[in-house]
C-alpha cells in the first residue's frame, strides 16, 4: 500500500495592513483638531476673584502671639513664662482686645504632642481660626 499524501495548505504570514492604520491615525487626529478648535467656545462660570488692597497707613499691623511649648512643660506667652492654666484667660482676652487675632505655636527640640495639642484645643476653644504651627524649633524662650 503506498502512503497516503496528505496535502497541507500553506499558511501565510499574518501581516499589518499599514493603509487601514493610516486613516486610523487621520481619523484620530482630525478629532483632536476639531476637538481643540471647539475649546475656545466652552462657558466657563465666573469667578469674582479677591482683589488685594495695600494696608491703610493710620492703622497698625496686626500683633501676632507667639505661644512656645518646652519639652519641660513650661509655656511662653510671647517670651513671657506662664503656667498652663494661665492660658485659656490669656487667648480670651487677646481676642477681645485685638480685632483680628493671630497665634504663632512654636515648640522647642524637645516639646511634647499632649501639652501642644492642649493649647491647640484651647486656641479652638476661643474661636480664633487664624493660627500656625512653627515647623522647626526653636531655643526655649525664644
Do not use: C
Not at 39 to 65: A, F, K, W, Y
Not at 77 to 94: G, L
Not at 111 to 123: F, M, N, P, W, Y
Amino acid at each position: 500500500m503506498e502512503g497516503i499524501k496528505i496535502k497541507v495548505p500553506v499558511r501565510k504570514k499574518a501581516r499589518i495592513e499599514i493603509i487601514p492604520l493610516i486613516d486610523v491615525i487621520f481619523f484620530l487626529l482630525a478629532t483632536f483638531v476639531l476637538f481643540t478648535l471647539s475649546l475656545n467656545r466652552i462657558q466657563s462660570v465666573p469667578v469674582d476673584l479677591p482683589v488685594s488692597s495695600p494696608p491703610r497707613p493710620d492703622q497698625p499691623p496686626p500683633e501676632n502671639v507667639t505661644i512656645q511649648v518646652s519639652g519641660e512643660g513650661v509655656i511662653f506667652w510671647n517670651r513671657e513664662q506662664i503656667d498652663m492654666a494661665e492660658v485659656p484667660s490669656r487667648i480670651a482676652f487677646y481676642k477681645t482686645q485685638t480685632e483680628d487675632p493671630r497665634i504663632l505655636i512654636a515648640g522647642d527640640e524637645r516639646a511634647r504632642l499632649g501639652q501642644t495639642v492642649a493649647v491647640l484645643d484651647e486656641i479652638r476653644k476661643a474661636g480664633i481660626k487664624q493660627f500656625s504651627v512653627e515647623t522647626h524649633s526653636r531655643p526655649t524662650g525664644r
